[in-house]
């Protein structure tokens, strides 16, 4: 390209990089080497080439990064096409990286999409620091976590003093339907994913007694046949699968009956798909808002001509066009990134099972944990408490659930580790009995 096709082709950026402006940042010194930086070394990566990565990768290059990875673990499939643009009918089965990198590497001249078709987990810290932000656009909390806790590990500090240098802004959007939010998060600095956990609520499940009883919603009766109905006539002799259009029927039919005899209107095919599969819709002009927000900030980072969204915004287009932006805080006492260890306090050390302990990681909202697997250091000696992900493990300290804490010789004060999918690091627990006469023995 001719110097000054290339002064035309990124005009738009230079009006906003060389001039000053009311609206920039107060420390931002407007020069045509922001540009360069932007245009040759700043490097982004991209999580998940899906609805909201398609839209980031074609943002991202049209602003001018050049240098830009994109990991996704998924190929493509036919009911992606109608959003996920960068995909043809005869990309089916392909990588969703792969061909999404190839397509905006053809269209964008002199943009270098890197692919890695790749689960996250499968890259360990010398991978990810070798970029200046990272954005997500997932659909998976746990991938999301994952990540953040990823770059909490990487921060380096000295005598309790963060070092920014080893701050790496993560910006990540989200939709369901026709809702969406994005946030900055500088791991060290501001509220990272852990600490607003509890914005992402725990799966919606039913109480057994209300489907089995009291139903009131096509969703009750819908679950009642998939969790009850289903194991029990198991009409196919194999298990409910969600992909399958004859066993969608049956479920379908069946609830319709269920829900016709307790007066419950509003079943639907689409409904049972939906329940039975745990769908929400995706909306693309959502994921296109969400992800132009996002792109914007992964602009303003890495050119800092103007000031970041603090933090999180919230949007909403169901009924008209909604959006809020707040701060959401640093919580003082996060799992991930306060520095400091979880302290639980245990009312009765002498009653309290250690399968109390594990409900507790695993259902309150604060923690959420998959499949926590709890160790300690018992008399000098590593203990697996228990473990249920390898099976030889899980029936070897399957015994231990129904084990009292003192019986399990834990004592007051002591650190549990705990390992989840959820973290790629081990996160420390400590014990507080809040009853004294355990303490010595
Ligand atoms: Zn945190």
């Given at each position: 390209m001719s110097e000054e096709s290339s002064q035309k082709r990124w005009g738009h950026l230079r009006k906003v990089l060389e001039r000053s402006s009311p609206?920039?940042?107060?420390e931002f010194e407007p020069s045509s080497e922001v540009l360069d930086f932007l245009m040759t070394s700043c490097k982004i990566l991209v999580i998940g080439a899906g609805g909201l990565g398609c839209e980031l990768l074609k943002n991202l290059a049209l602003m001018g990064f050049r240098q830009i990875h994109v990991i996704d673990m998924d190929t493509i499939d036919l009911s992606n096409l109608n959003r996920q643009f960068?995909?043809?009918?005869?990309?089916?089965?392909?990588?969703k990286a792969e061909v999404a990198a190839a397509y905006i590497n053809k269209r964008v001249a002199g943009c270098q999409v890197t692919p890695h078709f790749s689960k996250i987990q499968d890259f360990d810290e010398g991978f990810y620091k070798q970029f200046h932000i990272i954005v997500c656009g997932l659909d998976s909390i746990v991938a999301r976590r994952w990540i953040n806790g990823m770059l909490v590990s990487m921060l380096n500090y000295d005598d309790n003093v963060l070092?920014?240098?080893s701050v790496i802004p993560m910006v990540d959007g989200g939709t369901e339907g026709f809702k969406g939010n994005a946030r900055v998060i500088l791991p060290g600095i501001n509220a990272c994913v852990e600490c607003t956990l509890d914005l992402y609520p725990p799966q919606v499940n039913y109480p057994l007694c209300t489907i089995a009883n009291t139903p009131r919603l096509p969703e009750h009766c819908i679950e009642y046949i998939k969790l009850i109905q289903w194991p029990k006539e198991n009409p196919f002799g194999v298990p409910l699968d969600g992909d399958d259009a004859q066993h969608l029927s049956w479920v379908y039919e069946k609830a319709l009956e269920r829900a016709t005899q307790f007066n419950?209107?509003?079943?639907?095919y689409r409904l049972v798909q939906g329940v039975v599969k745990h769908i929400i819709p995706a909306v693309a002009s959502t994921n296109a808002v969400i992800a132009g927000i996002c792109a914007t900030e992964v602009f303003k980072i890495a050119t800092s001509c103007c000031i970041p969204l603090n933090n999180y915004l919230v949007f909403n287009d169901v009924d008209g066009i909604y959006s809020y932006t707040y701060e959401a805080e640093k919580k003082d006492?996060?799992?991930?990134?306060?520095?400091k260890p979880l302290i639980l306090d245990i009312k009765d050390p002498h009653s309290f099972k250690l399968k109390q302990l594990i409900d507790i990681l695993s259902e309150s909202a604060e923690y959420q944990m998959k499949n926590p697997g709890l160790t300690t250091v018992i008399d000098g000696k590593n203990k697996t408490l228990y473990m249920s992900t390898i099976k030889s493990i899980e029936e070897r300290t399957r015994?231990?659930?129904?084990?009292?804490l003192v019986e399990l010789g834990i004592k007051d004060g002591q650190d549990i580790l705990v390992a989840d999918v959820t973290s790629p690091t081990t996160v420390v627990l400590k014990l507080k009995y809040l009853t004294s006469d355990v303490e010595m023995s």
């Open positions: 609206f920039s940042h107060p960068l995909f043809r009918h005869k990309d089916i089965g392909s990588s070092d920014q240098s419950i209107p509003g079943m639907t006492n996060c799992l991930v990134c306060s520095q015994v231990n659930l129904d084990k009292t």
